[in-house]
C-alpha cells in the first residue's frame, strides 16, 4: 500500500509561492495553477511538500492524514496498557496511534460488538487514543491477540475532516487512473488533495480546470484498497487542519529560498529535517504517555 503525507495541497503551495516571491497580496489575484506549473521550481517544490510533510510527522509523532489498517496488539501489550479509569467507569486499553474511527475489534473468540462490549474513548480529547470497554471480563478472552481495523490518524475536528464535492459521472473500474468532473465541480478537485469515493481513498495527481475536467488519481492510498465505483457515488476531499496546511505552506517556502539557487543546490532532507524541527511554530497536543495519568 503507499501511503501519502502531503499536509496541504500542492495547488496552495504554489499560490503562497507567488505571494511570498512575486508580490501578490490575496489568493484570488494568484494566476491559476496549470498556466504556470512549467516554471523549474515546481517539480522542486513538490519534493518539497513530501519532505516537509513527513519532517512534521517525525516531529510531531503524530500523522495528520488518515489511514486505514488493521493493528494487532498482543496480550503482553493489553496486560500491560488495560487499565480501569474511574473517570468514564470503564476499562480503558491505551493505544499507541490516534484512532479516528473503528471498524471492527476482533479477539479470538469472535467479533466484539461495538457499544456494547467496547467503544470509542471521546470523554477527554479528540481524536482518541483507546478503547472503553464496559468491563475487563470483556477482554479475559484475550489470549494472544485483538485485532482493530480503523481509522487512523489525527485530525482536531473530526467531523469537518471530509466534505462532499461532487458526484462521479460514470461508473469507474478498480483500475481506472482518471475520471471526468463537471464545469461546476472542477475547482474543488486540487493537486495533492485526498478525496474518498466509498471506502477507498485516493490521491489527486493532476486537475485539467477546461474541458473535459480530467482528474487523475493514484488508487487505493493509505491503506484503502482499490475497488469499481459506480456513477453518482459521491466524492469526498480530505480537508486538512487549517494550521497545519498553513504551516507546511510556510515551511516548503521557507526550505525552497534556502537553496543555492546560483549553484543549483536545494535543501537535502537532512536540513529540510533540521527546519521542521527548529521553526515548527504550532502547539499541537502530545500523545497521550502510555499508563493510568
Not at 497580496?25 to 515546481?42: H, K, P, T
Amino acid at each position: 500500500k503507499a501511503y501519502r503525507n502531503a499536509f496541504t495541497t500542492f495547488d496552495d503551495v504554489v499560490r503562497q509561492f507567488y505571494i511570498d516571491n512575486a508580490g501578490f497580496s490575496e489568493l484570488a489575484s494568484v494566476q491559476a495553477v496549470e498556466a504556470i506549473a512549467q516554471i523549474n521550481a515546481m517539480a522542486y517544490l513538490k519534493e518539497l511538500l513530501f519532505d516537509v510533510s513527513s519532517a512534521i510527522r517525525t516531529h510531531i509523532g503524530r500523522t495528520l492524514v488518515p489511514y486505514v489498517e488493521t493493528v494487532n496488539y498482543g496480550k503482553d501489550y493489553i496486560d500491560l496498557y488495560c487499565w480501569f479509569d474511574r473517570r468514564v467507569n470503564a476499562y480503558r486499553l491505551n493505544l499507541d496511534e490516534d484512532l479516528l474511527s473503528v471498524t471492527s475489534v476482533t479477539q479470538p473468540s469472535g467479533v466484539m460488538t461495538s457499544g456494547t462490549d467496547y467503544r470509542l474513548n471521546t470523554a477527554h480529547r479528540s481524536p482518541n487514543q483507546s478503547l472503553l470497554f464496559a468491563s475487563y471480563p470483556a477482554l479475559s478472552d484475550f489470549d494472544d491477540t485483538l485485532d482493530i481495523v480503523g481509522t487512523w490518524g489525527y485530525h482536531e475536528n473530526t467531523a469537518q475532516m471530509w466534505t462532499s464535492i461532487g458526484t462521479l459521472q460514470g461508473n469507474i473500474t478498480d483500475s481506472a487512473t482518471t475520471f471526468v468532473a463537471t464545469a461546476g465541480t472542477v475547482a474543488a478537485f486540487e493537486t495533492y488533495s485526498y478525496i474518498k469515493i466509498d471506502s477507498e481513498y485516493l490521491f489527486v495527481t493532476s486537475v485539467v480546470t477546461g474541458s473535459p475536467y480530467t482528474i487523475t488519481v493514484e488508487r487505493g492510498v493509505n491503506g484503502t484498497t482499490s475497488v469499481a465505483h459506480l456513477s453518482a457515488a459521491t466524492i469526498s476531499k480530505f480537508i486538512p487542519m487549517p494550521n497545519v496546511a498553513q504551516e507546511t505552506r510556510r515551511l516548503v517556502i521557507r526550505a525552497y529560498n534556502l537553496r543555492d539557487a546560483s549553484n543549483i543546490v536545494y535543501v537535502s532532507g537532512e536540513e529540510v529535517r533540521e527546519l521542521v524541527e527548529t521553526e515548527f511554530k504550532l502547539n499541537i497536543p502530545a500523545r497521550v504517555t502510555f499508563g493510568v495519568g
